[in-house]
Nanobody, 124 residues
Framework: QVQLVESGGGLVQAGDSLRLSCAASGLTFNTHALGWFRQSSGKEREFVAAISRGGSTTRYSDSVKGRFTISRDNGKNTAYLQMNSLNPEDTAVYYC?????????????????WGQGTQVTVST
């Protein structure tokens, strides 16, 4: 059974940083590309960042480019999302997702496995 468990969310102030983690089990981690998505109240789930299975390729949404960094440690079966210069528009539930593919994907339909999400709230 595949499990993706996000952690690291919380309540922070604008300008602060957070690092989210996604711990995976039940799959061969280094054969899966990974993505982070987020969903805020009343909005559709949106792409945030993605990383290829080896970590050599990354993609970011325009809204987080330059502020967020996605990474992975295949030895620990864990992915990370370092979020800097947070602002209230980043408030959302953040989800980790995995796909059985070498390449990254920027649409949610490209991912087979999803975590339960972790809440990030950024106050002014």
């Amino acid at each position: 059974q595949v499990q993706l468990v996000e952690s690291g969310g919380g309540l922070v102030q604008a300008g602060d940083s957070l690092r989210l983690s996604c711990a995976a089990s039940g799959l061969t981690f280094n054969t899966h590309a990974l993505g982070w998505f987020r969903q805020s109240s009343g909005k559709e789930r949106e792409f945030v960042a993605a990383i290829s299975r080896g970590g050599s390729t990354t993609r970011y949404s325009d809204s987080v480019k330059g502020r967020f960094t996605i990474s992975r440690d295949n030895g620990k079966n864990t992915a990370y999302l370092q979020m800097n210069s947070l602002n209230p528009e980043d408030t959302a539930v953040y989800y980790c997702a995995a796909r059985t593919s070498f390449g990254v994907a920027v649409t949610s339909g490209g991912y087979a496995y999803w975590g339960q999400g972790t809440q990030v709230t950024v106050s002014t």
